[in-house]
């Protein structure tokens, strides 16, 4: 059973994400610790005893296709109204439209236990809040006034629609054609696929945000519109009209999220008995609608970032219980007659520690990535330094916490030993679930091409060293602490830190020779490496705020163990950064 994390939660966003600073600051408008407290227990609450316990409903029953309507699990639609009902949905939105105004970090907070109870669920609020905020940043007055308000109390739900089938990673290929209308607005032709929550009926219209190409458009990327197509259109009073030409052909069968409906949707085919061709308004710019869609890139792979460290929690949660209560053999030492619980053994220990470890690693680099976001909107003296910290975060943020997400939840399994493979215990599901993440919304390998060539080149590569003297400032902080509980961390990171400084010396000279193509070869090895970084460095600033809850020595605890036995992989890594790409190149006769 899911328990939230909440004080731990609201120590990483107060502590390492810097949020209690901007409060103290003001920067947070009225938000108050006691308000921040109330809001992160109350979404724990819902979290833990609402949506948590249909969570295995929804994976065993999963979204189906009868009659031509998506039908959810059992309970999920009632879910879903009361989650809204809650206010939830808009807690970042514009005030000007209903939302509340909220910093993104504590949006961030709560997403991650959605995800936490339910990943299939947690994925709905995900797409309509990147809907809310493309069409925030870009429709007209008129689209933000007819379709911004019921987005944000999430009476209305959204979706976002790239994919083609010849269109993933490459969403300049895709081929759905758009006419112009007379009216102003436009028609939509083709076929979208793998679209979250694509149809449903929980909700009660869908405002489709959909990448589509003109006729006399450019090639590539540069030819491509974002339009707006509402599942009903909507009258001027608001009321709902017709049924739109945009309908869910099928629904894929999954590895996991299986209460999440992942439509095929067409529009166009003129099988549905309704006007030909979806009805389409254009949002920004023609041929602007990747630029459009860019703006909210880094909110929405953050968002899946934390689905990875929500999967990562709930496993380590699932784990840390059974091998308390799970008995086998003996521990070293033992006195105490019979068999011993599991945690005992070291083994077992030591994976339940790296779980925590990556859990809590991955955490804090997404909540700092949610604070350089914040903070880019609203500390309007250092915006420049947040944009560029943002922007550097989200792939890391992105990549390392999905990845977590798998291998935390696959330890978890196997800590179950021969239970974890069943489906009873729900860590199969994790695993199941968690496997997505890694995938969409830009896939890690994508991730860590946009980290080594358009991230780590920022400012000609002085951001990067000016966080990199802003982590050496933690280790010589820990240094100077004398805590004995930090054994070797301060050595083990700087020595870490230097491997970042190296490798990404070595990806930036690399690409200032035009040796694209080895910098690439190192670029997820990178990208790991960054993360593992952070993550013990953000867990030793936990370490050293101490905020005298009680859990000072613990945080201190799981620190060193982070540094004294997942540090060391850095320097592994950064030899294949410098030394992989040779023999990749030269292995290639392999592949043939
Ligand atoms: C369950 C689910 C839900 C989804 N939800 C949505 C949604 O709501 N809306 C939406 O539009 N899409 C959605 N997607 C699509 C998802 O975003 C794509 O699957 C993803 O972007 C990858 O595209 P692809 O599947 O075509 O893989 P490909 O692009 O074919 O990639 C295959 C492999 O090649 C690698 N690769 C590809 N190009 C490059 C390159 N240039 N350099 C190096 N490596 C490369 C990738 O990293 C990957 O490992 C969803 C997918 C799934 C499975």
């Known amino acids: 059973m899911y328990k939230a994390p909440v004080e731990e939660i609201a120590f990483t966003l107060k502590y390492v994400a810097g949020m209690d600073r901007a409060m103290e600051e003001g920067i947070l408008g009225d938000l108050s610790a006691d308000v921040l407290d109330a809001i992160l227990s109350e979404a724990g609450r819902f979290a833990g005893d609402e949506m948590e316990p249909l969570a295995e409903n929804g994976d065993r029953q999963g979204a189906k296709l009868v009659d031509g309507k998506v039908v959810l699990p059992d309970g999920w639609e009632k879910l879903y109204r009361d989650w809204i009902a809650g206010g939830w949905n808009g807690l970042t939105a514009p005030e000007e439209f209903g939302g509340q105004g909220l910093p993104h970090m504590l949006n961030i907070a709560t997403l991650e236990m959605w995800n936490s109870a339910s990943m299939a669920f947690g994925l709905a609020p995900t797409l309509t809040m990147g809907a809310v905020e493309a069409l925030n940043a870009h429709g007209s007055d008129d689209l933000k006034k007819k379709y911004l308000a019921k987005l944000i109390s999430g009476e209305w739900s959204g979706t976002m629609n790239l994919t083609e089938p010849h269109a993933g990673s490459d969403v300049g290929a895709l081929r759905t054609r758009a006419e112009r209308r007379d009216d102003g607005t436009y028609r939509l032709f083709g076929q979208k696929i793998f679209i979250t929550w694509g149809d449903h009926e929980a909700a009660e219209n869908i405002i489709h945000l959909v990448l589509a190409r003109l006729p006399d458009a450019p090639a590539g990327t540069r030819g491509i519109s974002l339009f707006l197509v509402p599942k009903f259109l909507v009258n001027d009073d608001g009321s709902l009209g017709a049924r739109n030409d945009y309908f869910a052909h099928s629904l894929e069968h999954k590895l996991g999220i299986h209460g999440s409906p992942t439509c095929t949707m067409i529009c166009g085919d003129g099988k549905h008995g309704t006007e030909k061709g979806a009805i389409a308004w254009l949002v920004g710019e023609e041929n602007k609608g990747l630029a459009c869609m860019f703006t909210m890139m880094n909110n929405a792979r953050l968002a899946v970032g934390i689905q990875g460290v929500a999967i990562a929690e709930a496993a380590t949660q699932k784990a840390i219980a059974y091998a308390r209560e799970r008995t086998q053999g003996r521990?070293?030492?033992?006195?105490?007659?019979?068999?011993?619980?599991?945690?005992?053994?070291?083994?077992?220990?030591?994976?339940?520690?790296?779980?925590?470890?990556?859990?809590?690693?991955?955490?804090?680099?997404?909540?700092?990535?949610?604070?350089?976001?914040?903070?880019?909107?609203?500390?309007?003296?250092k915006a420049k330094y947040w944009q560029e910290r943002a922007a550097l975060l989200t792939p890391i943020a992105k990549s390392f916490s999905t990845d977590a997400g798998v291998d935390v939840a696959s330890l978890g399994i196997q800590v179950h030993g021969g239970m974890g493979f069943i489906e009873e215990t729900g860590a199969a599901r994790l695993l199941r679930d968690a496997r997505i993440a890694p995938i969409y919304e830009g896939t890690n390998g994508i991730q860590a091409i946009d980290l080594v060539t358009r991230k780590l080149i920022i400012a000609n590569g002085d951001h990067v060293r000016g966080f990199i003297a802003e982590l050496r400032e933690i280790a010589d902080a820990v240094a100077k602490s004398n805590l004995d509980g930090f054994g070797e961390t301060a050595p083990r990171l700087q020595a870490a830190i230097a491997d970042l400084e190296k490798t990404s010396e070595w990806l930036l000279a690399k690409q200032a020779e035009g040796a694209v193509a080895e910098a690439l070869a190192g670029a997820t090895p990178y990208q790991r490496l960054f993360g593992l970084v952070l993550t013990s460095s953000y867990l030793?600033?936990?370490?050293?705020?101490?905020?005298?809850?009680?859990?000072?020595?613990?945080?201190?605890?799981?620190?060193?163990?982070?540094?004294?036995?997942?540090?060391?992989?850095?320097?592994?890594?950064?030899?294949?950064?410098?030394?992989?790409?040779?023999?990749?190149?030269?292995?290639?006769?392999?592949?043939?």
Do not use: W
């Open 540 to 592: 030793a600033k936990g370490g050293l705020a101490n905020a005298g809850d009680g859990e000072g020595g613990k945080r201190i605890a799981l620190c060193r163990f982070a540094a004294e036995n997942l540090l060391a992989e850095t320097a592994a890594l950064s030899d294949r950064v410098t030394s992989g790409a040779s023999s990749l190149e030269a292995a290639r006769v392999a592949l043939a």
């Open 331 to 381: 521990a070293p030492g033992t006195t105490a007659a019979g068999m011993s619980p599991i945690i005992e053994h070291p083994d077992v220990a030591r994976t339940l520690l790296t779980m925590k470890a990556l859990t809590q690693g991955s955490r804090a680099i997404c909540y700092a990535c949610a604070e350089a976001i914040d903070m880019s909107h609203r500390d309007a003296q």
